[in-house]
């Protein structure tokens, strides 16, 4: 795990936080669509993405999926880091993108690495901001884009994410995404092929504006 500690976070944290989570950390790996942490979950541990994405959601009061942000790797999820602290349950939903290898940190180590580590404390505070900045751009978007823009910039979104511009993605999961219908997606993607921004294939879209 050494390596892959170095590989991402070596340029952030000290050589003694690094040798700490190599201690502590375990690693697991995750397959693209499973469930890392789940609504109501008791929060145990605290992850670390080393490689993949995770997308980050939670739901409505109609118990509707609405996405907040994704996780690239050496990131935290700062509603993770919330709930440590907290000592609360999960109130978010945190999927695995794509093929996914993360490191779990048990969460009686947070106190104890802000009170010893100024990296640790750094890197904490400039992820809550991180993801501040971005729970605000969500907002912004459905305030302010109308469907067609959210669609483009999310596809957007997701070649970044994945670096790839074939997207394995069904349109009834772009509607859950976007907190829409299906018809409305499929109606606005043929409207985005017929403009050359992207082909439609079955349960695959590739995207072609980037």
Known sequence: MKALLQDNFEYLFEPALLQEIDNVGIVKDF?????IINIGDTIRYMPLLL???IKV???DDDGDELLLYYL???DVCAMTLTCCMGNSVSEIRAMAEMDTKIVLIPVQKMSDWLRDFHSWRTFV???YNSRLKEMLEAIDNLAFLNMHERLLKYLKHKVI????TMLSITHQTVAYDLHTSRVVISRL???LEKEGKLKLHRNKIEFLDF
């Open 189 to 191: 993607l043929k409207s």
């Open 31 to 35: 397959a693209g669509g499973d469930v």
């Open 72 to 74: 690239e790797r050496g």
């Open 161 to 164: 994410v994945t670096k790839d």
């Open 125 to 127: 505070f400039e992820s």
């Open 57 to 59: 959601s939670r739901l």
């Open 51 to 53: 490689e993949g994405a």
